[in-house]
C-alpha cells in the first residue's frame, strides 16, 4: 500500500471522525434540548396531575354531598350503583325524554289535524240536537192533538150514548102512547050495541077524548122531529171531530 493511499485514508478517516463528532455534537444538544423539553413537559404533566387529582377529589366530595342531597344513598334504587351508572341511567332517561318529546310533537301536529274535523262534528252535532229538539216539538203538539182529539171522541161518544138513552125514551113513549091509543078504541068498540046510543049522547065527552088523542099524537110528532134533528148535528159534530 502506497504513502499517497495511506494519505487518502487517513483523511478519510479524519473526515468521518469529524463528522461523527458533528453529529455527536449535534444529537448531544438535540438530546439536551429533548432531555429539558421532557423535564418541562414532566413538569407541566405532573402539575396537571395534581390539578386534576385536586378537582377530582373537589368533584368526589361534591358528587358525594349531591348524592346525598338527592337522596341517593337512602334510594333502594340506586343503593349499590356507582355514580357512572347513575350517569348513564339519567342519560338514557334523557333519551327517553327526548324520543317523548318527539311523539308528543307528532301527537300536536295529528291534534291540530284532527280539531278542525271535531269542529265540524260539534257543528253536525248541535245541528241534530236542533233537529231533534223540533221533532220533540212536533211530537208534543202531535201528542196534544190526539189527546185533543180523544177528548173529542170522548165527547161525542158520551153525547151519542145519551141521544141512545132519549131514542130509547121516545121509542117507549111513542109505544106508550100507541098502546094508550089501541086501549082506547077497544074501549069504544067494547061498549055493547044496547048502550051505544046512550054513549052516542055525548059528543062533549068523545070530542074532548079525541082532542086528548091529537094533543098525545102532536106531541109524539114533535118527539120524532126532535131527535132525527138531534142525530143529524150529532153526526155532523162526530165528522168535524174526525176532520
Known amino acids: 500500500m502506497s504513502s499517497y493511499e495511506v494519505s487518502r485514508f487517513v483523511q478519510k478517516c479524519q473526515k468521518e471522525r469529524d463528522e461523527a463528532f458533528r453529529r455527536e455534537e ?6 439536551k434540548q429533548l432531555d429539558i423539553s421532557t423535564r418541562s413537559h414532566i413538569q407541566e404533566l405532573k402539575a396537571k396531575l395534581k390539578e ?18 338527592l337522596g341517593l344513598e337512602e334510594n333502594p334504587r340506586f343503593t349499590g350503583k356507582v355514580t357512572k351508572d347513575i350517569i348513564k341511567e339519567l342519560q338514557e332517561q334523557e333519551e327517553q325524554c327526548s324520543q317523548l318529546k318527539e311523539e308528543n310533537t307528532l301527537i300536536s301536529v295529528q291534534l291540530r289535524e284532527i280539531i278542525p274535523v271535531l269542529t265540524q262534528t260539534q257543528k253536525q252535532k248541535a245541528e241534530v240536537e236542533k233537529q231533534l229538539e223540533d221533532l220533540e216539538k212536533k211530537m208534543r203538539q202531535l201528542q196534544n192533538e190526539n189527546n185533543q182529539v180523544s177528548q173529542l171522541l170522548e165527547d ?6 145519551e141521544l141512545e138513552k132519549a131514542n130509547i125514551m121516545l121509542k117507549k113513549s111513542i109505544e106508550d102512547a100507541k098502546h094508550y091509543t089501541n086501549r082506547s078504541v077497544q074501549t069504544t068498540t067494547s061498549i055493547p050495541v044496547t048502550l051505544q046510543s046512550s054513549y052516542k ?5 068523545l070530542g074532548n077524548s079525541h082532542s086528548i088523542l091529537e094533543r098525545r099524537k102532536l106531541s109524539v110528532d ?22
Not at 114533535?222 to 176532520?243: D, V
Open 26 to 31: 449535534s444529537a448531544r444538544d438535540k438530546l
Open 52 to 69: 386534576v387529582t385536586s378537582e377530582s377529589k373537589s368533584l368526589h366530595r361534591t358528587v358525594k354531598k349531591l348524592r346525598l342531597e
Open 156 to 161: 161525542s161518544q158520551k153525547v151519542n150514548n
Open 201 to 205: 049522547k055525548i059528543p062533549r065527552d
Open 222 to 243: 114533535r118527539q120524532n122531529c126532535s131527535p132525527t134533528t138531534g142525530g143529524s148535528t150529532h153526526k155532523t159534530y162526530l165528522s168535524s171531530a174526525h176532520s
